[in-house]
Every structure is written in structure tokens, then in C-alpha cells.
């Protein structure tokens, strides 16, 4: 057989089901071997930024990888802002990127480029196949470092991925058992914690449990608990914890850690400023806080906060936070962010997936959410943004029973506008809600924040998406997705409510 | 003053005179900056590949570098797809690569990558700002080294950016000159030429009078002579000579190139496979031919050309090929390559550029509009999808009073389609015509070639975009952008001629 169909038909073997895929030339033959492995569904993205974040999305789902499948170094170059997120998410994913056969890489043809340069920033895993005999065992690794530590790349040449090769048996790795380290810094952590501690989590999936936990160990001791300001994958919503986020604005975030003489880290690393500012804190707790590493960054946290809860005497005990919101006013007032966050907690439907990349307009929706039924919350974790439409089809992919929402800031939507198209051929039931602005709002915040005006000729060129007004609809209606424009609080419960009682996607645009 | 001020006032002096930009908080002080510096103009896009393919098209066109400004490593990532392209081309341009502040990269916060890692396979020059003081100094160094070679890139920290600097005169270098090494082999080229040679030119700009002498060298020496396959500019049309470009199947360049005992590179590389395939060649003369580079790839050729002209005794003659096309009928037959290229070439405005990324339908148009009135031709030099629509944008900024073409695949103009938005912006005049086949056609025929047939599942799966369609006149609504649909030669030449007879952008959806 082929190595390239080697490869995937242990893919498929490994539990792999999807492949976000924008292929070319170099990857015909694994194109042609998927149909050897019908177990892996092609999804094709009309951009690769779209695959990359759909397979982040997926795999903070699911926590299992998708493959991408990536051309050369352009294809890839295309992908890597949305997998900068997924390597800060640290989510499951085997990017394949076909490369020249490796006899034409001397003659320097026009697409040839130094991929794995490209790749290595982006990459927890990062290999070339250099024979088609290794290339299974060669897969093995990657997906098994997909599993354990993010984002994983495989470069392939077209050559070796033509090649022929006898079928080899390649176990399947069970996965190892997980990290327990934690136990031997319990009790130090449970005797630091009081009112003078800070309990911060993170961590590939903040399960409701581990959230329970965390609750139950702050309402016992007196310590606060945050979330990190970006977490990766939350569960939460009305009868769990009602847990905040270190705020975004450093400025707030270091007003809340000020008292911290210790912070335990569960999951997350110390926390520091998104960007440096002039005169600013770029550490945002105290220099003498000490700092506990309870479960490292990307680690599972579960287990650990349930110890951690037995061992401050909280094994048991009750949520003390979040409960259904109170029905929504029916009201004609025009959308404002407050009244926008109360609308869409109070419509949320049950086991909502939300992909927020809201930013300045979405601040509040969070918040207001934790009363709203319970759902998953994936937010921007590694701030490049264009991430929240792909990874919200993604996110679909993975669990076709879910209604996903994606909040989505106009000028990130239009990074990956084109997301909506997958959306529409796979028929996703994706609500992506445009949060317009017609602004760059959060850039007029920072260059306040940095310290100079933002009322600069060349701000007001660069930060303004009113000349023309984008029309989101029209741009919807380009790709096959539904969509309709409201202005008002009401409006905007009403299409919500239509878009979560029809099947597939639609596109709300929310004019502010 | 601040170092941004300095940078940017010192690129003012020097001749630069655009900035595509989409910056983020880290180069906020260069926003502010651009005040200090009214002749650089800033253009919004609304993705990054949108700014760099701009840059690269006005760099083709004014032969002057522009500025891009990026946000950290995402934003360049985002860009690095249309960077790969003017590398190939060598256009001058310098990228302004905003960085965390130096002393918060070991904080590593969420947006933190290796941005020299990514950046250096597609930059001829690349640094990172160490001081505030040199920066003016390094900026010059930049920009000298994108006249001279390509793409350069500039890593700028926030603090570097920010900090206050004595004002510094740095002078404006003045261009080296021309490289006349050429000189040297003048003699062994125009004693080699004769039928079983050829001329290939290729270079950064293929001038029309460097186009004609070398059809004179040819017509007096029985010489053939190709352009490269994908040039970067040429100036050709009626009155102008009609020369051919190397065909993108190798099997056809092989077949073509088969005689050639000697082959003159001027301007280009040796000819080589755009991919490797099963079986086929990948160096596209006979192993046995001998080369003469007579100017190194990217040179300059005009001066080359005609010394070799006049060393063959044909320093002046009549220019061969191309007349002036007889009139178009008017036919309601439905479009189909041929009769598009014809239309295409009977409606072409005098004094366009034409932005050349129509893949497989529009295989017919470059050789069609050898007798179209005289005009530019821009092409995919390096094989990254998503180039004609930024690159068209980039080049109506460059020559505000001649008409753009943008000759677009579906499926390329879908990976860069923001851009139609920066042309309804700053009202540019560019028509954009989409050729729709509703699928990824080149890689049917590519998976052919590859020796595997084009109808398993998976194929049908990844190369039709059929399911939805795709409303391109829609999209371009969104984006504030006039379109209309054709599906005849009558309406295309009918909407090929109201869009030349207005200011503005259009787009026309030609339904194949």
C-alpha cells in the first residue's frame, strides 16, 4: 500500500475522525487515501486559518486530534494565527503539511520555503518524515504528543507519501496515566490557603467538578478563586460554581491580586499583563506573593482540586453561586452591551458550546451567563484574533446534539469570514452572532492606555470600519448561511430564539 | 522625540509613501507616529495576507517599497502567504513587525512567539531593534536592502518604539549602481545563440523594450525566446513584442525546451517543475544544455538585453507579433476559456495592469491579450493562492490613473476576499472579475497528473465548492463593492466595459 494510506488508516485506527483540510498538489496522495480510511471526515475550509481553528475547536471538544490537512509552507503559513491559539490552548491536533518530494527540494521550486521554521513556534511536536517505512510509527508519536501536550506537525513529502510500503502493525498507545504530582504539594497548599490567598485555575478543560471543587475549597478557607483571564474550555452555567476571570486590563487584574500573599496555581501560569504599557506592571501579583504550583499550565485539574477540597475538609458541599436568570424583559431599547449580555444568558438554550471572541462590545455576556443553563465557555487563548467562527464549526463538528454560539467582535469576523461557509455545507448548528461596532474598539482602548491619543489622523484611518459599513447579511448570504440584522434588545431575543428552533447555521448581526 | 516618530519620518524622506496596515496594541506608537509622517499614506485592510499582497502589487508597480505594519507574530503569520509571493518576485517592501516589549518577552504572555523564527524564510533582510537610537540607522539599512533584494522585515519591541531619542540626521542612501557584471558574458551568449538555443527572461521587470530586443536577438539569431513561467511584471500588448511565457506543465516546457543546447537565463533561474510528480522530470531542459547566465534571477535585464541586441547585430528592427485585435463579436454564447480570453483582450482599457491569478479558465487570456492595447501583466510568482485580489488593490493604490484587472480563480479569491472592501474604501479603480467554476479545478487535473484518479470520495469531497454555491455579487455587497453576474461573452464584454466607464472598484461574476 501507499505510506500515505498507511498513515491514515492508522489515524483512523487511533481514533481520529476529522480532517480540516485545504489541500494541494503536494497532498494528492493523502487526499486519495482518506478514502481508505472512511472513518475521517473531510472537512473542507475555504482557507486554512479556518481549518486550524475548526480543528482547535474540535479537539478542545472532544480531547481527542483532528488532523489539518496543510499545503506546503503557504497552507501553513495561513494556519498558524489559529494554531498560535490552539498551542496556548494546548489542544489535541496533528497538523499533516505536505512538502516537495525530497529529490526537488534542491531545485528551489517557486513554493518551496523553510516549512519547519514556519511551523516550530506553533508546534509542541514537529517532525519530517524521512522514510515511508517510519511513517506510521512517526504518526504514532505525533498524535500521541498531540494528546499530551497540544498542537503536533507532521511534515510529509509528496515522495514519501507516494511511496510504496509493506503494512506494518503500529500499536496504538494507550495513553499514560495521568500526572499526579500534584499529591506531594497538597497539604502545602491546603495550609497557605486563607484570606490572604488566591487559588488560580486554567488548564485544558475546567470541568464543572473541578470548578465545584475550587468553590467549595475559597467558600472554607477564605481564599478568592480565579479562572485565568483566557481559559481554554469552561464548563459552567446555572447549579455550577459561579467562577470569575482574572480581568483582561491589567490594571484591574493587579487591584484584585494586591492582597495575595500566595497563590496556588492550579492549571495556569503566573499571571502577566496581555501587552506591556508604559509605567505598567507587566507581573500582575505583588513581587512577594509566593506562588504554589499545585497542577503545571495545560494540566488536568480535577483531581487535584478534589484533593485539595478533602484536604481543607470541603469534599462535600453546597454551589453557592449561579442560578437561572429571571425571564427576559420584553423591551424595545436598542442594543447596548449590558442589555446585549442579559439576552443572550436568557435565551442560552441547554449544553450551549459559546465561542467568544466578542471582545470590547462582549465584556458583560460572560458574567451574566453563569445563571443561564448549563454550557461550555472556549475564549481567545492565545489573542490572535479569528479564531472564534472556525473554532465555533469546529466546535459543531465535534458535537453535532449541541447548539454552538459564537460571539463574535465584527473585525475579528472578518479574519475568518469565510468559516460560514463550512458551516453551511456541513449544515452546522452554529448561531454567529456579529457583534457591529463598525470599529477596531479595543485598539482605540489601548492606544489610551498606551498613552497617546487616540484621536490621531492616521487612529481614525486605521481603526474605523465605517467607510464603507460592512454588511454582515449580504456577506452570510455569500456563503449559503441565513442571516438578519437587529438593533434592538427584543430583536435580538427574537432571532436568537429562531436561530436555536431551526437546524444549521445562521448569522445575527447585532447592531450597536 | 519618539523612536516611531523618527522611523517613520526618516521612511517619509526616503521616497516611502504607503503603510497597509493592521496594527494591534504593540504598535500603537506607530500609528500615533504616522501623523509626523503625512506623505505615507495608511491603508486599513482587514487581514494581514490583504496588506502584504498590496505592498507587493505596489511594489511591482512603483518599483518603491511600502510600508506593512503587523501585530506580533500572528499578524505576521497572517501576511506570510503573500510575502512568500513577493519574495519569489523580489519586490521591494518593508514590513514593520510590532514585538512585545523587550523586557516582557521572558513573561511569555499569550500573544509571545518566535517572530524572526517566522519571518525569515519570507524576508531577504531581517533584524530586530535593539536600540532606540539605531533604529533610524537600521530602517535605512531595511529599507536599502528591499530596493536592492525583496521583502525585508523589521522587528520592532514596544519599547523601542516608545522611547524618546535626540533627533538624528541619517541621509538617504542614494541606489548603488546598476549591476553591469553582465558585461562580462556578452560575448559567449551571442556567440551560443542560434536554433538550438534559448533566451529566458525573466527578473523583476520585464520592460517592453527589454522584451523587444530580446525578439530582435531571436528573429536575427533563430534563438527561441520564453518569459518565465510566472513573471513578476511585464510590459506588453499591441505594438509591443509577443513573446511566450514557459508553459506551468512541465511536460509541455520539457517537450518545448528539448532542443535547447544552450539556454540564456536573463532575469530568471534555471527552469524547473512547479512540482515533482511520479516519474517525471523536475529540471526542465535536457541535462546536457548548457546555461549562460547572462543577468543573475531578479536582475535587472533591459541594459543586458539590448548590449545583446547589438552584439548580434540587431539593435534595431521591427517589433514581430502583436497587432491590435479585430473587433469582438457580439455573441450570446456561453463563456467558456477561450471566448473569455478573447473578450477579456477586446475590451482591455489602454494603459492596464492586470492582476493574473486565474488559474485554469483564464489559461488562454495572457496569450489573448498580446493584441489588447498596451498594458502590465502581474502574475502568481510564487504559487500562494489568495495573491490577485491584494495584489490588484496594492497596485490601483500605486498608479491611481490607470485601470486594474483582477483576473480571479473562485476558489484563490476566496482565501483573500477582504480585500474588495480596502478597494470600496479607498474608492480604487479595480475590476475584479471572479471566474466561477464552483471548484478547486486545478487540483482535478493536478491529481490526474499525480497519477490517481480525481473521483474518490474524498476528492469530490475537497475540490468542489458547489454545496452551497458561492454568491460572489453578494460578497461584494457585504464589503460595499458593486457586482454583477454574466454568464455570456456578450454580458461579460457589456459589465467589462460599464466597470471601465466608471471610478471605483466592481466586481463581475463570471459564471462558467
Redesign the interface.
Known amino acids: 500500500m501507499q505510506a500515505a494510506q498507511s498513515l491514515l488508516e492508522f489515524a483512523a485506527r487511533s481514533g481520529v475522525r476529522a480532517c480540516f483540510?485545504n489541500?494541494?498538489?503536494?497532498e494528492?496522495?493523502l487526499?486519495?487515501a482518506?478514502?481508505s480510511a472512511?472513518a475521517i471526515r473531510?472537512v473542507?475550509c475555504?482557507?486554512e486559518?479556518i481549518a486550524t481553528g475548526a480543528a482547535d475547536g474540535y479537539g478542545r471538544m472532544l480531547r481527542q486530534p483532528a488532523l489539518t490537512l496543510l499545503h506546503l509552507?503557504?497552507?501553513l503559513?495561513?494556519g498558524?494565527?489559529n494554531l498560535?491559539n490552539a498551542y496556548?490552548a494546548r489542544t489535541p491536533i496533528l497538523s499533516l503539511i505536505g512538502d516537495?518530494?525530497t529529490?526537488?527540494r534542491a531545485?528551489?521550486?517557486?513554493?518551496a520555503?523553510?516549512i519547519a521554521?514556519?511551523a516550530?513556534?506553533?508546534s509542541k511536536w514537529l517532525k519530517t518524515a524521512a522514510t515511508a517505512e517510519d511513517l506510521v510509527a512517526l504518526a504514532a508519536e505525533g498524535l500521541d504528543a498531540a494528546r499530551r501536550d497540544g498542537p503536533a506537525a507532521l511534515i510529509l513529502p509528496?515522495?514519501i507519501a507516494?511511496s510504496e510500503v509493506a503494512p506494518r502493525a503500529v500499536s496504538v498507545t494507550t495513553p499514560p496515566p495521568a500526572d499526579a504530582s500534584w499529591t506531594k504539594c497538597i497539604d502545602d497548599a491546603a495550609r497557605s490557603l486563607g484570606p490572604t490567598a488566591v487559588i488560580l485555575l486554567g488548564g485544558r478543560f475546567l470541568s464543572s467538578r473541578a470548578c465545584a471543587a475550587a468553590e467549595r475549597v475559597a467558600a472554607r478557607t477564605g481564599a478568592q478563586v480565579f479562572v485565568e483571564t483566557?481559559p481554554t474550555r469552561m464548563e459552567r452555567g446555572a447549579g455550577r460554581a459561579r467562577l470569575k476571570r482574572l480581568p483582561y486590563l491589567s490594571e484591574m487584574a493587579v487591584a484584585l491580586l494586591a492582597h495575595a500573599q500566595t497563590i496556588v496555581l492550579a492549571g495556569a501560569?503566573e499571571p502577566?499583563?496581555?501587552?506591556?504599557l508604559?509605567d505598567r506592571a507587566?507581573?500582575l501579583a505583588p513581587p512577594t506573593t509566593r506562588f504554589i504550583e499545585l497542577v503545571k499550565p495545560g494540566g488536568e485539574t480535577e483531581a487535584a482540586l478534589e484533593a485539595l477540597a478533602e484536604a481543607v475538609g470541603a469534599k462535600t458541599g453546597p454551589i453557592s453561586g449561579a442560578e437561572l436568570l429571571a425571564p427576559l424583559p420584553n423591551t424595545d431599547a436598542r442594543l447596548d452591551p449590558m442589555g446585549f449580555a442579559q439576552v443572550i444568558a436568557a435565551t442560552l438554550p441547554h449544553n450551549a458550546i459559546v465561542s467568544d471572541e466578542s471582545n470590547t462590545l462582549g465584556l458583560y455576556a460572560f458574567d451574566a451567563a453563569a445563571g443561564a443553563p448549563p454550557h461550555d465557555w472556549l475564549t481567545l487563548?492565545?489573542?490572535?484574533?479569528?479564531q472564534g467562527l472556525p473554532l465555533a464549526t469546529g466546535a459543531a463538528i465535534a458535537c453535532p446534539d449541541r447548539r454552538v454560539l459564537a460571539l463574535e467582535a465584527d473585525?475579528s469576523a472578518?479574519?475568518t469570514?469565510?468559516a460560514l461557509?463550512t458551516q453551511?455545507?456541513e449544515g452546522l448548528n452554529v448561531t454567529n452572532v456579529i457583534l457591529n461596532n463598525r470599529a477596531y474598539a479595543?485598539?482605540k482602548l489601548?492606544?489610551m492606555r498606551?498613552g497617546?491619543?487616540a484621536q490621531?489622523?492616521?487612529?481614525k484611518?486605521?481603526f474605523d470600519?465605517d467607510?464603507?459599513?460592512?454588511?454582515?447579511?449580504?456577506?452570510a448570504?455569500?456563503?449559503?448561511v441565513r442571516g438578519e440584522r437587529v438593533s434592538t434588545l427584543h430583536g435580538l431575543a427574537g432571532a436568537l430564539r429562531r436561530s436555536y428552533s431551526i437546524s444549521g447555521p445562521t448569522l445575527i448581526e447585532a447592531m450597536f
Not at 107 to 111: I, R
Not at 272 to 276: G, H
Request: aromatic share 10%.
Open positions: 483540510a489541500p494541494g498538489t503536494s494528492m496522495h487526499v486519495a482518506l478514502d472512511p473531510p473542507l475555504l482557507f486559518g509552507g503557504p497552507g503559513a495561513n498558524i494565527a498560535h496556548r516537495h518530494a529529490y526537488h531545485n528551489d521550486p517557486p513554493l520555503s523553510d521554521a514556519l516550530q513556534p506553533v509528496a515522495d507516494w483566557f501560569a502577566v499583563a496581555f501587552f506591556a508604559p507587566t507581573r487563548t492565545g489573542g490572535s484574533i479569528g473585525g472578518l479574519y469570514i469565510q461557509w453551511a455545507r479595543i485598539l489601548e492606544m498606551t497617546v491619543s490621531t489622523e492616521a487612529a484611518e486605521l470600519l467607510r464603507p459599513s460592512i454588511d454582515f447579511t449580504s456577506l448570504a455569500g456563503f449559503g
